[in-house]
């Protein structure tokens, strides 16, 4: 039986990688700070996501290891939550590569998570795996993380792979896709600010699939965007959802609006005004074919 390793496995896309990998046959491990979260299929590994101790012991002869490890970015950014952020991402690829370096026989593949938001703001072209680089904290954030898991020193024949993954959608309470389908089913999915930003994205279940092809593929290395083929700009995407809750209408939301709609609801309004334009350039190039190439949330419902 194979086994793979998740990081931060009690995370919302933890739970479908494990149930995914599950239905395949494999046996998932889990490492986290707590149980509470993860998927019952999943085997829990206590780990603090900082120091060497006995769960580094799964990591060898595992077939696959995957690092989802993070503190949510849906917050305010003070310093405390800007150091939470930084250092739960940097450290715990720190001490996996650490981890898998003393492994006797280590992971044949490890997928670190990183991130869509990398890239600068654009919308004046799409940005692929070797896009440009952007600036401010969210990007200082991701180019330190892909930076401490590309110079962890492991062996030379664990392949590695970066995925700058997009916003994740499934229909399930909690998520984006949920907030998204209660705004406008309420009146309130109009566009948000110039609502041109464009909107990156991809479906969980291609999301999981995506992790699975790139465990078969050899050949692939690096970083790699996780994305749908489909981004659409803001105002598009409420659209469709105003379609999908069959209301004609939806409010639309100033900067200034966001701004204070972020405040009340301690979030950041990066994360609905900056502009991702984000193209899986490499996963197309070489074969990888999406379930959902579309943004049609009418068809994804439960």
């Known amino acids: 039986?194979?086994?793979?390793?998740?990081?931060?496995?009690?995370?919302?896309?933890?739970?479908?990688?494990?149930?995914?990998?599950?239905?395949?046959?494999?046996?998932?491990?889990?490492l986290a700070r707590h149980k509470k979260g993860m998927d019952d299929a999943c085997r829990y590994v206590q780990w603090d996501g900082k120091n060497l101790g006995a769960w580094a012991e799964e990591l060898d002869g595992c077939d696959a290891l995957i690092n989802l490890a993070g503190r949510s970015v849906n917050c305010r950014y003070n310093d405390e939550n800007k150091r939470l952020i930084m250092d739960s991402r940097v450290e715990s690829t720190r001490v996996l590569g650490e981890?898998?370096?003393?492994?006797?026989?280590?992971?044949?593949?490890?997928?670190?998570?990183?991130t869509a938001t990398i890239y600068r703001h654009a919308e004046d072209r799409?940005?692929?795996?070797?896009?440009?680089?952007?600036?401010?904290?969210?990007?200082g954030v991701a180019t330190a993380w892909e930076e401490a898991f590309f110079s962890a020193q492991v062996p030379g024949r664990v392949r590695k792979v970066a995925i700058r993954t997009a916003m994740v959608l499934?229909?399930?309470?909690?998520t984006v896709f949920s907030y998204l389908y209660q705004l406008a089913r309420f009146g309130l999915g109009g566009k948000?600010?110039?609502?041109?930003?464009?909107?990156?994205?991809?479906?969980?279940e291609d999301f999981?699939?995506?992790?699975d092809w790139l465990i078969e593929h050899d050949e692939i290395s690096g970083p790699i965007n996780v994305t749908s083929p489909d981004p659409l700009c803001n105002a598009e995407l409420m659209a469709r959802f105003?379609?999908?809750?069959?209301?004609?209408?939806?409010?639309?939301a100033t900067k200034w609006m966001a701004e204070i709609g972020a405040f009340l609801l301690r979030t950041e309004t990066e994360l609905i005004l900056k502009s991702r334009w984000v193209v899986p350039t490499k996963l197309l190039e070489y074969g990888f074919v999406f379930k959902y190439p579309e943004m049609k949330p009418w068809d994804w419902s439960k």
């Not at 499934?170 to 909690?174: I, M, Q, T, V």
């Not at 999981?208 to 992790?211: E, F, K, N, P, S």
């Open 126 to 139: 799409p940005q692929s795996d070797m896009g440009e680089i952007g600036t401010g904290f969210s990007v």
């Open 1 to 30: 039986m194979k086994r793979i390793i998740i990081a931060g496995a009690n995370g919302f896309l933890a739970r479908y990688l494990t149930r995914y990998f599950v239905q395949r046959g494999w046996n998932v491990v889990g």
């Open 208 to 211: 999981c699939r995506a992790v």
């Open 170 to 174: 499934a229909d399930e309470p909690g």
């Open 242 to 252: 105003r379609k999908h809750t069959n209301m004609p209408v939806g409010l639309p």
């Open 192 to 204: 948000v600010g110039s609502g041109r930003q464009m909107v990156s994205w991809i479906h969980v």
């Open 99 to 114: 981890a898998i370096a003393q492994c006797s026989e280590p992971p044949e593949l490890w997928i670190n998570s990183s």
